[in-house]
């Protein structure tokens, strides 16, 4: 399998070896990228950092060297993650901000606030994000609502704040944190919200799209992540192809170092799913349920 990817690589399907690695082998190129220490001197900003993938990547980007901006609604968590990854990691800088994404007058200063903290943003990860969601016409609208708001709408605003910054920069890179949800309309609970996280992945797209046309040298990442299990759905039954948040996180940082415009992590089975998902009759799509 491996040798057939990298076939594709020098066949051009692929754009980039280290890209093909990312996804191949997460473990072993971020190894290689904590040796060199990448992130060095470079800060990311992470919303939704107090729990979940974001505070997994949290961690993971500190291990690598980068100073972080983290921000959540949860300030107490906030003040153990920066006291763990300072203690750990003693030449990397850690602030943090209380940001509730509804707010989205906020986004914009705690945004700008980071940048007069720092100096200069070179990488955003809109992260914040909720899941629930119900059956349309089974009288949720509210939850339907709420899911749609903070998963779209609030990730509107966090583009928004960011772009606007690494306009200013003339340099960035955007981050969205989408999932396999977003590749076709799913029923049930995950209807709203597959909905939400394909308008993110769409509007990333167009952000894309925006920086190729005006060439300004802004990168844009969209990540599809499959089930990750972590504390938020901790609780949940077993699902498809499952993996942990170790496996997980590394699979997204992974591909976010590589400078991917889009990817489906973990790669495999993720990619291969995502591409039959686009075809296949909905009666088998929901099986994916």
Known sequence: MQNKLFDLVRNNTVASTSQLFSAVQPTRYLKGLNKQQVGHGKTVLITGASSGLGEEMTRLFAKLGYNLAICARRVERLESLQSELIALYPDIRVEY????????DSIFDVFDAFVVDFGQIDRVVVNAGVGDSRRIGK???????????IN???????????????RAQNS??????????????????LTAYGASKAGLAHLAEGIRADMLLSKLPIQVSTIYPGYVRTEINENAKPLPFEVDAETGTKAIVAAIEAGVDEAC?????????????KHLPLQVVNKFN
């Open 97 to 104: 901000r209380v940001l509730d994404v509804s707010d989205y």
């Open 139 to 149: 009288g949720r609208f509210e939850t339907n609502r709420h899911t749609v708001e």
């Open 152 to 166: 779209f709408v609030a990730a509107l605003a966090q583009c928004e704040a960011a772009m606007s910054v690494f």
């Open 172 to 189: 960035g890179h955007l981050v969205v944190i989408s999932s396999m949800s977003a590749m076709r309309g799913l029923p049930k609970h």
């Open 265 to 277: 992590v973990p790669s495999l089975p993720w990619s291969m799913v995502g591409k039959a998902m």
